[in-house]
């Protein structure tokens, strides 16, 4: 299930308003350049910002997410109609032969359960034409990126259009061995409601993940360095033979 950030539509809807740098997304662009890839598979596309580019690029873009509420901002956005949107996630899909499958920022944490993990690599290897690509990110473990998740780092007050100001943080709630539960706030000035989404991420280590994707029937082609968060997550490229 996904968060209610994602969920609510209170929360969908002000989500990118929020996260307004997605610079993280152009390292994801070169890899599409890179690989000449024409048809890309984005999984957990969220609000769409990542397809929206493709499809802006001339690309063949589908985005697939199981949070219907972060669809419907997706599809309400300027060039949408370019973009096949799935409601659901990687382990049903419809017959697919994409280029490219992504899962960008912590999709792949997300996905927490070692049955899910299994079935959505499998999902995305059935979605691939051969010699196809799934691309994706994790942070390293070791980093322990966690530690610097509270409210002090994280408090911003944001004026979103058409919602007004809204108070967010974050704090973590439960380290339990690779999972880490942290909890986001949200206080709307506007009527003084707050909202808060609870999320869950798995920090699987560098073998762990490659393992996996062997098992699968993936090649790992390489484990990169995040352009955007050097030397603390690693991103995965591995090939449909």
Not at 205 to 224: C, H, K, N, S
């Amino acid at each position: 299930m996904a968060d209610e950030g994602f969920t609510h539509p209170r929360l969908a809807a002000i989500y990118d308003a929020l996260d307004p740098d997605r610079s993280d997304l152009d390292a994801y662009l070169r890899i599409v350049e890179e690989f000449g890839a024409r048809e890309v598979l984005d999984v957990g596309c969220g609000t769409g910002v990542f397809a929206l580019l493709l499809a802006e690029r001339g690309i063949v873009a589908v985005g697939v997410d199981p949070a219907l509420a972060s669809l419907d901002v997706a599809r309400g956005k300027p060039g949408s109609e370019r973009v096949r949107w799935i409601h659901g996630d990687a382990r049903e899909l419809p017959p697919l032969r994409v280029d490219l499958v992504t899962m960008t920022a912590n999709v792949a944490q997300q996905i927490v359960g070692a049955d899910a993990w299994r079935e959505t690599l499998r999902g995305t290897y059935a979605a691939l034409r051969p010699g196809g690509r799934l691309v994706f990110e994790t942070r390293d473990p070791a980093r322990r990126a966690w530690e610097e998740w509270n409210r002090e780092t994280s408090y911003a007050l944001t004026d979103v259009p058409g919602a007004g100001v809204v108070e967010s943080w974050v704090e973590v709630t439960c380290v339990a061995g690779q999972l880490v539960t942290f909890r986001w706030t949200y206080v709307f000035a506007s009527d003084g409601r707050t909202l808060t989404s609870d999320s869950t991420l798995r920090f699987r280590e560098r073998a762990e993940i490659e393992a996996e994707l062997g098992a699968r029937g993936f090649v790992v082609e390489d484990v990169r360095d995040a352009p955007d968060r050097p030397g603390k997550e690693l991103v995965f490229v591995a090939r449909r033979p």
